[in-house]
Nanobody, 120 residues
């Protein structure tokens, strides 16, 4: 089994910054793409940013230029640096990872979520 443990959420004023971290541990052969998703109250979960194991990134239009996703492959950890935060960035942020348990066993995992609240 694999666990994704997130940290770094909290309360911040508009214009402020937060850095989220997510570490994968357990039965890991290799990690493919990793990413961050968020869910605001009353809304569906949406993609924020993803990063491949080679470092290629993809961002939602709403966060381009403000958020930066990165990863440390040696630590199986993904980060999300969030700058110029807006109240509409408020929500629960979930880490996601595509993990190989062996060369042919593959499963996608979710973290437990971390709350980000941006006050106006």
């Amino acid at each position: 089994q694999v666990q994704l443990v997130e940290s770094g959420g909290g309360l911040v004023q508009a214009g402020g910054s937060l850095r989220l971290s997510c570490a994968a541990s357990g039965s890991i052969f290799s990690v493919n793409d990793m990413g961050w998703y968020r869910q605001a109250p009353g809304k569906q979960r949406e993609l924020v940013a993803t990063i491949t194991n080679r470092g290629s990134t993809n961002y939602a239009d709403s966060v381009k230029g403000r958020f930066t996703i990165s990863r440390d492959n040696a630590r199986n950890t993904v980060y999300l640096q969030m700058n110029s935060l807006k109240p509409e960035d408020t929500g629960v942020y979930y880490c996601n990872a595509d993990i190989f348990h062996s060369s042919f066993e593959r499963q996608r995992y979710w973290g437990q979520g971390t709350q980000v609240t941006v006050s106006s």
